[in-house]
Structures are given as structure tokens and as C-alpha cells.
């Protein structure tokens, strides 16, 4: 079998002991705080750390409900705002003000270190998903930097319309062979896909056979194409396998454990994020750091099938 034939909830490896599909069920967590709006986090999985560079999908909504994420730092990614409802407002340290609406993109890339803030109005609906690129090495140095891009390109086929976010003929910066997508299907749907990548689907709305509402699914490399059926909303993410061993804790992504708690010490203590104005409030304080040190992790922790 391919593509999506198997059944999505049984974890089928490959001969090295990968998974080929897997489906990731997230975890509430709560935006900005213990008082804040509750996304669902799907990526980082407990044993599934990456989709490519993507490093970080919460989902959010349909809800009435209201972002307010004070300013806070990021170091090492690019985060990507996606919305299917709603309308949320960036504010950033090198000057930015920007709202992003459905069918827009905000790319925020951090590089070096940047600080922003989010919010939405007051009890309106919000539907949408945040999501974190890692850079690789080579670019996790550069200096941060503010996209907003009002339209996108958009490939079509039969029965699915796609809205490209990043990679291919979009215009958005990207340090690393990637895909996104938010795809409308109609009825039944075969999308040509890069047989390198790796690709997630989480359904946004409506009813595809393939995809329980909720899960992140992972596809593992070698596809040539994905068939949806049904009509809903799709994201798609994808990439090469990124290869390089990460640190992830809070808002930074690094290399060492010593590299985050020097990252944490300048939030605290020094002026190497910038500031954001205009938010009518505090940052956000930094956590403790673990008793223990933190370890660089890969994409994926290997599959041990149970006894």
C-alpha cells in the first residue's frame, strides 16, 4: 500500500526502524501564560520532534477567544502565522506593526534574537495555527527580520485548491528545503509531493476520510503524491529530514545547554532582544531552567515496537 491507505492510527515502520506514517495527538497548553488562550500542541511530539525544519505546530480555535502573548524573546527559528479566522497583531523589536488576516502571512525570523508581542481583540473568534522553522546552523546568526505578505501563490488541481505559505513559488524566506500549504479539498484530491520530504497534515476544518479532526499525521520520505478525500481545510508541512541535533526550551531554539542559559541571561539582563513598544504591559519572564541539563536532541527518537 501507499499514500494514505493504511489506517493512520497504527504506526507502520520502514526496515530501519522509522516510522513511515504516525499519527502525533497534541496537548493543551496555554498562550503567554496560566490565564492565557489554550492552543493545542501536536509538534514537538514526545517521540517525533521535527517535520523538516518545522519544529513547532500549536493549533488554535475555531473559539471566541483573545491572544495576548506579551513581549517575549526567540533566538535560532522563524515563526510563521497562519490564520483561518480572525485577525491577530505583531509587534516586534525591529520596529514592526503588522496584523495578519486569513490568507496572509507574518514570518517573523529571529536569527540572532528578537523579541514580540501578540494579541487579538477582545473576545472575538480566532482560528489559526503558530507554527517554528528551525534554521540550521549556518543561518541561525543572522539578523532578525520582519515579512508580511498580503498574497501568496496558489497551485491548483483536480479537486484541491493550495494557498503555497512557504517553499516553491512562494515568496517568503526560507533557509531550508521546505513546504507549506493550506489545501481546500473538494471532493477527491492527488497532490504531487517531493519524494525527499517528509510532510504532516492536521485537518483545519470540515471532513477528509484520511485525517481524524485533532492529530498532526506524519509521512515519512518517498511519496510522490497524497491522496485527500472529502471537503475541508488542510495545512500541509514538509521538508528534508533536518540533520542537525537541537536544544528547544521556551521560546529558544540553540546548540548547548550553555547557549540557552546565556540566551535566558540576556532576556533578563541584557538589551540583545531589543524592545517592543507599544503593548500595554510587561514582558514575559523567563522560566527556571531544569535541574538538569538540557541535551541536544534529533528529529526523531527511534521506534521500539512493544513486546
Known sequence: ???????????????????????????AVPLGGPRAMSVTRTLPHLRRRMIGAWCFVDAYGPEAATMRVPPH?????QTVSWLVEGEVLHRDSVGSLQAVRPGQLNLMTAGRGISH????????????????VALPERH??????????????????????AVVLMGGPSPATAYTPLTGMQISVDGRAELPVSPGFEHGLLLL???ITQLPAGPLLYLAPGRERIVLEGRGRVLLI??????????????????????????RREW?????????????????????LPGTRLRPWGRVRPYQAPR
Not at 521560546?251 to 540557552?260: A, K, L, P, S, Y
Open 1 to 27: 500500500m501507499s499514500n494514505l491507505e493504511r489506517d493512520p492510527h497504527e504506526i507502520v515502520c520502514t526496515a530501519d526502524g522509522e516510522a513511515e506514517t504516525e499519527l502525533l495527538t497534541g496537548r
Open 73 to 77: 524573546p526567540h533566538t535560532g527559528l
Open 117 to 132: 508581542s501578540e494579541e487579538s481583540a477582545e473576545g472575538g473568534t480566532l482560528h489559526g495555527v503558530q507554527l517554528w
Open 140 to 161: 541561525r546568526g543572522v539578523e532578525p527580520a520582519f515579512e508580511h505578505h498580503a498574497e501568496l501563490p496558489v497551485l491548483a488541481g483536480p479537486g484541491y485548491r
Open 205 to 207: 476544518d470540515g471532513e
Open 238 to 263: 514538509g521538508g528534508e529530514p533536518f540533520a542537525e541535533e537541537i536544544v528547544m526550551w521556551w521560546n529558544f531554539v540553540g546548540r548547548t545547554h550553555d547557549e540557552i542559559a546565556a540566551f
Open 268 to 288: 533578563r539582563q541584557g538589551p540583545g532582544f531589543g524592545t517592543v513598544t507599544g503593548f500595554d504591559g510587561d514582558p514575559l519572564p523567563a522560566p527556571e
